[in-house]
């Protein structure tokens, strides 16, 4: 039995090892990349790196936004969403929680939203609401949500709307950061089936007159067998991790998210932070966590994620 505080250190640098190693090999299509036996956080010398001046094993804007909404939850012992979008500001303009203090990848949608609150539009109104602003930066930072949360799954799902809306305020991302939520969580609780229960509890909690149970029915289509592509589409991301998944161990796991190549660091981030949930720290190869660079930003909240778990109430 792999213990609670394993599988919540697992999620976190099961993410952020995912998204690290997914950096190098980023934009690549496919059949450009090394084989699969050759991804490591130090490409082979002749493969052309995405971010070629940025130190191996250094995590991307999908590791620094998850450890901000992290940072922002244990301070507030609550989803704050003002707060929540003072810190994406403060990434965005000084570094707060990247590595070295260096952001040197930003999504398109949620550059424009973090311009839209340095601005003064409130947090909760800055992500775009149209279809075509599906893109996958809000599902790439919520794990630390479901790691952190303990409330029921309707204020669960509630929150992971809510902290979409900060960059991506479509109804499709905001499904699909709840499904993934509730997905982290029924794997957290030893469910024997965890995406089937995930999908039937978000079933149970929408309305299905509603269009977030409209997005789920014909967009999401959680029943669809697992498959992706390894784009930037926020629904193939949720599906490329699903897909991932049945690879076998972390590593595995990791290795066939990048090997779908184009978001690679997003999909390995998605996809190696349920695998670090599902497996436990522990299956995290070792060279891969000594490899890692930031440690010092993740251990103090790793930390303070399992003092708040052992807080009553």
Not at 101 to 109: K, L, P, S, T, Y
């Amino acid at each position: 039995m792999i213990r609670f505080r394993d599988r919540l250190e697992g999620g976190i640098f099961g993410l952020l090892v995912g998204d690290a190693l997914g950096v190098p090999y980023e934009f690549h299509a496919p059949e450009a990349l090394p084989p699969l036996v050759d991804i490591e956080m130090t490409p082979p010398a002749q493969f052309p790196r995405a971010h070629a001046r940025v130190p191996p094993a250094t995590w991307s804007d999908d590791g620094a936004q998850a450890l901000v909404l992290l940072a922002s939850l244990l301070d507030h012992a609550a989803l704050d969403m003002q707060d929540f979008g003072a810190r994406l500001v403060a990434w965005y303009q000084n570094g707060y929680m990247a590595v070295d203090q260096h952001v040197f990848d930003v999504g398109i949608q949620t550059s424009q939203a973090i311009r839209n609150m340095i601005a003064g539009t409130p947090t909760s109104q800055a992500g775009r609401t149209d279809e075509n602003a599906n893109g996958n930066g809000s599902l790439m930072r919520v794990l630390p949500l479901a790691l952190w949360h303990r409330g029921s799954d309707i204020a669960l799902v509630e929150d992971a709307h809510r902290q979409s809306r900060a960059t991506h305020g479509h109804a499709r991302a905001q499904v699909c950061c709840a499904l993934y939520c509730l997905w982290a969580r029924r794997i957290l609780q030893n469910a024997a089936n965890p995406w089937d229960d995930a999908v039937a509890a978000i079933r149970g909690i929408y309305d299905h007159d509603s269009q977030e149970y409209t997005e789920l029915e014909s967009a999401i289509r959680p029943n669809d067998p697992p498959e992706g592509h390894g784009s930037g589409y926020v629904v193939d991301s949720l599906r490329s991790a699903r897909w991932a998944l049945q690879a076998g161990g972390y590593e595995q796991i990791v290795k066939a998210a990048i090997g779908l190549g184009h978001d690679t660091d997003t999909t390995a981030c998605i996809a190696g932070g349920i695998a670090g949930i599902r497996d436990g720290i522990g299956a995290i190869p070792q060279r891969w966590r000594a490899q890692l660079r930031g440690t010092e930003l993740v251990e103090p909240l790793v930390n303070r994620l399992m003092a708040w778990h052992a807080l009553p109430g």
